[in-house]
């Protein structure tokens, strides 16, 4: 396991290493978008009884945030490893495709991780939150990102090109987060939409570790984890399937 730990290593300074982009800029971001939807939307929205709207929008910035960065760490570390010419030196090596999807995807939950629990910090200060389920926090949060990251691989072996990269996440990635009931519940949204809502996987994730803050959730936590454990697996077997056969990596 010498090669997985070295490439792990190196995904994490990777990041590590411009903290100042990769990690504190988000977490500005995700403040930015409290304070302005927090201001603006807190006396329209409608969310859970006793649930005041910025304490609600809190899990929903921090997981967004966690998924958004989670999928930037594979996907961009692939697309910039193959454009400059340096991924034979990840090819070259005795590398299982095992410890190729492992090393990538548990960097990408660390950064993920990293990055929510900046946003968590620094929100926390202005709006105090409580935690009715910690351990359905954790697993939605490890989940979520271990699912980005996934796609985030899948997406860096696909990709040839920055711009094929950067199609991919915002005609995918963004969309999907955005409408995934981040900034709103999706009971208060007309049956026919509401139903669409929960075609879309991303949904499931935020409102699985919204669960874990206020007990309440618009779909039963079981199911929510059920099926991203599901999806997670599939997209899993995919990536790795890629990875095996050296798709657009060794051909």
Same mark, same amino acid.
């Given at each position: 396991?010498?090669?997985?730990?070295?490439?792990?290593?190196?995904?994490?300074?990777?990041?590590?290493?411009?903290?100042?982009?990769?990690?504190?800029?988000?977490?500005?971001?995700?403040?930015?978008?409290?304070?302005?939807?927090?201001?603006?939307?807190?006396?329209?929205?409608?969310?859970?009884?006793?649930?005041?709207?910025?304490?609600?929008?809190?899990?929903?910035?921090?997981?967004?945030?966690?998924?958004?960065?989670?999928?930037?760490?594979?996907?961009?570390?692939?697309?910039?490893?193959?454009?400059?010419?340096?991924?034979?030196?990840?090819?070259?090596?005795?590398?299982?495709?095992?410890?190729?999807?492992?090393?990538?995807?548990?960097?990408?939950?660390?950064?993920?991780?990293?990055?929510?629990? /900046?946003? !968590?910090? %620094?929100?926390?200060?202005? &709006?105090? *939150?409580?935690?009715? #389920?910690?351990? +359905?926090? =954790?697993?939605?949060?490890?989940?979520?990102?271990?699912?980005?990251?996934?796609?985030?691989?899948?997406?860096?072996?696909?990709?040839?090109?920055?711009?094929?990269?950067?199609?991919?996440?915002?005609?995918?990635?963004?969309?999907?987060?955005?409408?995934?009931?981040?900034?709103?519940?999706?009971?208060?949204?007309?049956?026919?939409?509401?139903?669409?809502?929960?075609?879309?996987?991303?949904?499931?994730?935020?409102?699985?570790?919204?669960?874990?803050?206020?007990?309440?959730?618009?779909?039963?936590?079981?199911?929510?984890?059920?099926?991203? /454990?599901? !999806?997670? %697996?599939?997209?899993?077997? &995919?990536? *790795?399937?890629?990875? #095996?056969?050296? +798709?657009? =990596?060794?051909?």
């Amino acid at each position: 396991m010498s090669g997985f730990r070295t490439l792990f290593y190196k995904e994490i300074l990777r990041f590590y290493k411009v903290a100042f982009q990769t990690v504190l800029a988000p977490v500005i971001t995700a403040l930015l978008y409290l304070m302005i939807f927090g201001h603006a939307l807190t006396s329209h929205v409608e969310v859970y009884p006793g649930v005041a709207y910025t304490s609600f929008l809190v899990p929903g910035l921090v997981m967004m945030s966690v998924l958004q960065n989670a999928f930037a760490n594979s996907s961009s570390s692939l697309i910039q490893s193959k454009i400059t010419g340096n991924l034979v030196f990840v090819l070259l090596p005795p590398l299982s495709h095992w410890e190729m999807y492992f090393a990538y995807v548990l960097a990408s939950v660390v950064r993920g991780i990293a990055v929510g629990f /900046g946003v !968590f910090i %620094v929100t926390v200060w202005f &709006i105090p *939150m409580s935690f009715a #389920a910690p351990l +359905y926090i =954790l697993a939605f949060a490890i989940l979520g990102s271990a699912i980005l990251g996934t796609l985030g691989l899948i997406a860096g072996v696909w990709a040839d090109k920055f711009d094929q990269l950067a199609a991919f996440q915002n005609f995918l990635i963004m969309p999907l987060t955005f409408l995934s009931g981040v900034f709103y519940s999706t009971h208060t949204l007309p049956p026919i939409w509401r139903e669409v809502s929960r075609l879309n996987p991303f949904f499931y994730m935020i409102d699985g570790f919204r669960y874990g803050f206020f007990g309440m959730s618009d779909v039963s936590p079981l199911a929510s984890l059920g099926i991203v /454990g599901g !999806f997670f %697996v599939v997209l899993a077997g &995919i990536a *790795m399937r890629l990875l #095996a056969s050296g +798709y657009k =990596l060794r051909h």
